[in-house]
């Protein structure tokens, strides 16, 4: 049993937690009357839906009794907190984790690559060429990925999965 002082006035505990009663040579101590000793006791976790509901803890002093209550609660979650709770998608790979991806899903680098080699203003051509070969990150909302999946035919779904995919890898 593990108790402590707790002083009626300040609503505060007193002193350190303890194995046992406060005992003075082997007795109950004789207290001050806004002192009383306190029994902590813990309440075990209630039953509870982790993707919609949280826990939360409170303590308080149930005087009535002599203990220390320990307990938690079901708190159900906001909409927006269960909205962070999920997965998020991936917003960027590696160009190799992309690449990969790509290839796995049945797109060949070449229609890519031929794509951008269609493309008629010479300075965008190149910098779309420059970005396909040298990116060291491959974000899903830049432009050229929009014109690939255009280009592609693929739906929003299918760009996410590929960059799903592509984290993975």
Not at 10 to 20: F, V
Not at 33 to 46: A, G, N, Q, R
Request: aromatic residues 8%.
């Amino acid at each position: 049993m593990r108790t402590f002082l707790y002083n009626t006035n300040t609503s505060k505990r007193e002193g350190e937690i303890r194995e046992g009663r406060y005992l003075v040579d082997g007795q109950p101590g004789v207290l001050p009357s806004y002192l009383v000793e306190l029994e902590i006791e813990k309440l075990s976790d209630p039953p509870y839906n982790s993707a919609t509901q949280t826990i939360e803890y409170r303590s308080y002093a149930d005087l009535n009794n002599l203990k220390w209550i320990e307990e938690s609660y079901v708190r159900n979650l906001t909409p927006e907190e269960i909205t962070q709770r999920q997965p998020q998608l991936p917003n960027a790979c590696t160009p190799r984790q992309l690449r990969i991806a790509l290839i796995q899903s049945g797109i060949s680098l070449s229609s890519i690559e031929n794509y951008i080699d269609s493309i008629q203003d010479q300075t965008q051509r190149e910098i779309s060429r420059a970005e396909w070969e040298y990116a060291l990150e491959i974000v899903k909302e830049h432009p050229l990925v929009a014109m690939l999946a255009v280009n592609l035919n693929l739906t929003q779904q299918q760009v996410d999965d590929i960059f799903s995919l592509a984290v993975t890898l």
